[in-house]
Nanobody, 119 residues
């Protein structure tokens, strides 16, 4: 089993920054990739960014150039640095760990952390 614990959400003004952290524990050897998703009120959950074991990253077009995903393998932690935040970034952000077995992907989710961008 894999457990994910997120931290770092909060209230920030437009243009501000936040850094989310996600610590993975348990059977993490097979995790690939790890990432962040978000769900805004009235909208479906969407991928924000993910990073593979090899370090390859992928971003939603709306956050490219503003958000940066990174990982610290020694700490089993994935970060999401969010800069130039906009009100439309307001959402619950979820850490995700994926594991592909054959043609099937299994997902583990964190509990979510609220990010609110408002003046």
């Amino acid at each position: 089993q894999v457990q994910l614990v997120e931290s770092g959400g909060g209230l920030v003004q437009p243009g501000g920054s936040l850094r989310l952290s996600c610590v993975a524990s348990g059977n993490i050897g097979s995790i690939n990739p790890m990432g962040w998703y978000r769900r805004a009120p009235g909208k479906q959950r969407e991928l924000v960014a993910d990073i593979t074991r090899a370090g390859r990253t992928n971003y939603h077009i709306s956050v490219k150039g503003r958000f940066t995903i990174s990982k610290d393998n020694a700490k089993n932690t994935v970060y999401l640095q969010m800069n130039s935040l906009k009100p439309e970034d307001t959402a619950v952000y979820f850490c995700n760990a994926g594991r592909v077995v054959g043609d099937t992907r299994y997902d583990v989710w964190g509990q979510g952390t609220q990010v609110t961008v408002s003046s």
